[in-house]
């Protein structure tokens, strides 16, 4: 009989034959050229993209998919692409792209504004008015969403008559100690008595009854020291406030 190694290289041969011609294909399983047949079928499948090339493979170089003009600008950055084996670039890494903008002392949606649409931050700020003003800086919220100016709250006091809001409530002179109380304006008739009031900064006597039409009923309506004088009746009176139809 022949030798083995002699059948074996003419398989092989043949085998290598059959790869590109068609032939002795059942005869070549599991020889290492029908393996290598199949592998080189598994690359031109694979490969088989039908995409053109755009680039050879291996190749690094920057690149930006953000919006034009951003890139460079803020928070944005470029990243870099590689050229692939089947010669397509592949994803740009390490790229910084424009987001919503927060309150965060940085331009994150790329505009070339800080924190455009919030108070900036470290800026002066006050609360209050008057007396009760104070001031402090706008700081950015721990979530970025808005500020607030950090102004310490005004010292409140008791209020008191001297046109101030000393309570810091946003009105002046109101409750003051000592007002309501029954008095005498000086003024003749009706209009002596009074209630004290703060009025314009002031403790006043203001008159409880308000000079009117002096009609003629034992009283000085009119607030002149004469009691009667040209007076009218009630009914007179009555029909000189009617209000006309």
Excluded: H
């Excluded at 002149?224 to 007076?231: G, H, P, V």
């Amino acid at each position: 009989m022949g030798d083995p190694r002699d059948l074996r290289t003419l398989i092989a041969r043949a085998c290598l034959t059959g790869l590109f011609g068609g032939v002795l294909v059942g005869a070549c399983t599991g020889t290492d050229a029908n393996l290598e047949k199949q592998r080189l079928l598994d690359e031109l499948n694979a490969a088989g993209t039908n995409k053109p090339a755009q680039c050879k493979p291996g190749i690094v170089e920057a690149c930006y998919s953000g919006a034009e003009g951003t890139g460079g600008r803020g928070m944005c950055r470029g990243g870099n692409r590689t050229c692939d084996d089947n010669a397509q670039w592949g994803a740009c890494t390490g790229e910084v792209l424009p987001k919503k903008e927060t309150c965060n002392r940085a331009d994150d949606d790329c505009d070339g504004i800080t924190d455009n649409n919030f108070e900036r931050d470290g800026a002066s700020c006050t609360i209050g008015a008057g007396s009760c003003k104070t001031s402090g800086t706008w700081t950015c919220n721990a979530d970025g969403l808005g500020t607030t100016c950090n102004a310490p709250p005004p010292k409140s006091e008791p209020e008191r008559c001297d046109g101030q809001d000393n309570d810091c409530d946003n009105q002046v002179d109101e409750d003051v100690p000592g007002t309501g109380g029954v008095c005498q304006t000086g003024k003749p008739g009706v209009c002596a008595a009074g209630v004290m009031k703060c009025l314009g900064g002031t403790m006043q006597c203001a008159a409880s009854r308000p000079p009117s039409q002096e009609i003629c009923n034992g009283l000085d309506d009119d607030c002149n020291n004469a009691i009667d004088d040209r007076c009218l009746t009630t009914e007179e009176a009555a029909k000189l406030n009617k209000p006309a139809n």
